[in-house]
C-alpha cells in the first residue's frame, strides 16, 4: 500500500497509509440520509453539514470513513496506552517472534536532560540487553526471554479507527494532562487527518 504521508513525533514516525476517499462527501451522503436532504449537496455543502453534525453531538455518521496509521519508533509504554481503546484495531510487532537483541529505545526528555539520570538509564537498558543476549545464547524462546525488556524499547504499531473513534483518542491524548510520548504521537495525528479532511477535525484545532 502507499503512503499517504508521513511525519516525526519526537523518535516516532507517523505514517498515514489509508484513508476513506472523499470521506467528507461519504459523510455528507450518510449524514443526509438521516434528513433526505441529498438535494442540498452542491461542492460547498459537506463542510457546513459536517460541522453542524458534530456541533450538534451527531458523531455517529463520522463512524462511516476510516484511516490506518503505522506509528514506528514509539515506545511499549506508548503502545500499551495506545492499544487501550478497544474500537480501534490494532497489529504490533511482536516481541514473540522477532529477535530483540539490537532494540533501539526512547528516552524520556526528562531522563536525558538529567546527566545522572541518563546514565542510570542507559546503563540499566544495557544490563537488560545484555540479559536478553544471554538467555537467547542459553537457547531461552524468544517469548520467554522478551520477559527481560523494558517499556522504553520501541516498537510498531498499525492503527485503524473510524473518524469518531480518532476523534475520542485524539481528544483525550492530545490533552496536556495526557503522557508526553502519545501526546506528541496524537498531535501528529491530528495534523496529518486535518490536512486529509479539514471539515471533520478543524473544530479540534480551534
Request: one cysteine or more; aromatic letters at 8%; a neutral charge.
Amino acid at each position: 500500500m502507499d503512503l499517504i504521508s508521513s511525519g516525526k513525533a519526537g523518535q516516532a514516525e507517523v505514517e498515514l497509509i489509508a484513508i476513506t476517499p472523499n470521506a467528507d462527501r461519504v459523510i455528507e451522503n450518510a449524514g443526509r440520509t438521516c434528513y433526505l436532504s441529498h438535494d442540498k449537496i452542491n461542492e460547498e455543502s459537506s463542510r457546513k453539514f459536517i460541522r453542524m453534525l458534530i456541533k450538534s453531538g451527531h458523531t455517529s455518521v463520522l463512524e462511516h470513513a476510516s484511516a490506518t496509521f503505522r506509528i514506528k519508533g514509539g515506545s511499549r509504554a506508548f503502545t500499551h496506552q495506545i492499544v487501550r481503546h478497544r474500537i480501534a484495531s490494532f497489529s504490533q510487532q511482536s516481541q514473540r517472534y522477532v529477535d530483540e537483541s539490537g532494540f533501539a529505545f526512547m528516552i524520556p526528555p526528562s531522563i536525558a536532560e538529567n546527566d545522572e539520570a541518563k546514565t542510570l538509564y542507559d546503563r540499566h537498558l544495557k544490563q537488560s540487553q545484555e540479559v536478553y543476549q544471554k538467555l537467547k545464547a542459553m537457547k531461552i524462546r524468544k517469548e520467554d526471554a522478551r520477559y527481560v525488556l523494558p517499556n522504553a524499547v520501541t516498537s510498531e504499531i498499525v492503527v485503524s479507527a473510524n473518524f469518531r473513534e480518532w476523534r475520542h483518542l485524539i481528544g483525550l491524548r492530545v490533552d496536556k494532562s495526557a503522557q508526553w510520548e502519545i501526546r506528541e504521537i496524537c498531535s501528529e495525528i491530528l495534523r496529518q487527518l486535518f490536512a486529509q479532511v479539514p471539515p471533520i477535525f478543524e473544530d479540534m484545532l480551534e
